[in-house]
């Protein structure tokens, strides 16, 4: 039985990525060139493939960033080092936005910062150096739906006014979008758990799946009326084109990723060789190994939420962001969608059975 979005979430069961599958229907888009993938993210930031990688430090560095803006994303600069070397990051982009001829009006640059006094500072020092040449600020937090997050929010907002878009997170209910919202963010990072290394799940027990956190911000958005111009941007457990499609059918309006751009000759960290095969490490923010990184181990009486991995040498990131892009076209094609507002709107969802998630991928290359 095919269900509206509404549906699906009043049924009583959140859905997962692998748990739905979005009905065809006929269609009268003849191309994969046809549809528009286009986004606007933060209510300014024009994103021709809605996809952000995320600030971590073995995903997101200049280069990372670099390469995402000019192939129609963006990606968000982390902040686990100091503001200085910060800085000098965005420094690093503007050169190779100079080399590369490119307008300054072409430039998404978007640095991360957390929340508290030193991280005030952090703010404080880039909004000096960088002030009019930043399209947007991410306050990058485990838990966004707080009073630290909300205190940081509107202490942003009032030092630079409604000229600097504001994204915050991560919540993963409607109420917490809201109260984000509410507080001045311009777009929010919907997903708590959800990432590939990520271990908050398993060790607190806490969580809501991240295509469900989706639907029920999204579906919130829609019933207050308020907040129609605050972006919704799916993060946590994106692994295939289809899990992109899904999350912007369920009414994200970009999505963050973090393992599909791991491992790409722009993402930061060394290539080095294991077994004999190219990798480079990928490890979750509230590893054990960032942990000790940056304060010397664990906090006593803190457990690790993440992990450190290594993963596959890729190639460059404009593959995955054509190919992810290259799904989106192709499924618009299945549900008349020339945008992202009619992929929305012409999405009927199915549940799946264990069998037909297993059909649904290329069995017949199985051994």
């Known amino acids: 039985m095919q269900k509206t979005l509404e549906e699906l979430m009043e049924s009583g069961d959140p859905p997962s990525f692998d748990d739905i599958m979005i009905a065809p229907t006929h269609s009268t888009v003849h191309s994969r060139s046809e549809p528009d993938t286009g986004s606007v993210l933060a209510g300014s930031i024009n994103l021709s493939a809605p996809i952000i990688s995320s600030p971590m430090d073995t995903v997101t560095g200049p280069k990372m960033a670099y390469a995402m803006s000019i192939n129609g994303g963006v990606g968000i600069l982390h902040r686990f080092l100091s503001k200085e070397e910060q800085s000098h990051m965005i420094d690093d982009m503007m050169d190779r936005y100079a080399e590369g001829n490119h307008s300054r009006y072409d430039i998404k640059i978007i640095p991360a910062i957390g929340v ?11 909004y000096q150096k960088h002030g009019d040449i930043l399209s947007g600020v991410a306050i990058d ?12 929010v509107r202490w942003v907002r009032e030092g630079v006014g409604v000229s600097l878009p504001i994204i915050a997170g991560n919540v993963a209910t409607g109420e917490g979008f809201l109260r984000l919202a509410e507080a001045g963010a311009n777009a929010v990072r919907v997903g ?4 590939s290394i990520c271990k908050t799940r398993i060790m607190t027990g806490i969580g809501v799946p991240t295509l469900a956190s989706v639907a029920d911000c999204y579906l919130a958005r829609e019933r207050s009326g308020a907040f129609k111009e605050v972006s919704i941007i799916a993060d946590g457990g994106i692994r295939y084109p289809a899990d992109f499609v899904k999350s912007l059918a369920a009414g994200a309006d970009a999505i963050i990723a973090g393992r ?25 923010m509230a590893s054990k190994e960032v942990q000790e990184d940056r304060r010397g181990g664990m906090r ?6 993440g992990v450190s991995t290594h993963i596959p040498l890729k190639g460059k990131a404009h593959y995955i962001v054509s190919e992810f892009c290259g799904g989106l076209r192709s499924a618009m094609t299945y549900v008349n969608a020339r945008n992202l507002n009619d992929l929305r709107a012409n999405s009927r969802f199915i549940r799946l059975t264990p069998s037909a998630l297993d059909e649904s991928h290329a069995f017949g290359t199985k051994q």
């Open 300 to 305: 006593p009486g803190t457990c690790a939420e």
């Open 116 to 126: 508290g006094s030193k991280e005030r500072d952090r703010f404080a020092y880039l």
């Open 260 to 284: 599909i751009f791991a491992g790409t000759l722009e993402s930061p960290g060394e290539i080095i060789t294991i077994n004999g095969k190219k990798v480079k490490t990928y490890r979750g």
């Open 192 to 195: 708590i758990g959800g990432g």
């Open 141 to 152: 937090v485990a838990n966004g739906d707080s009073d630290y997050m909300l205190d940081m």
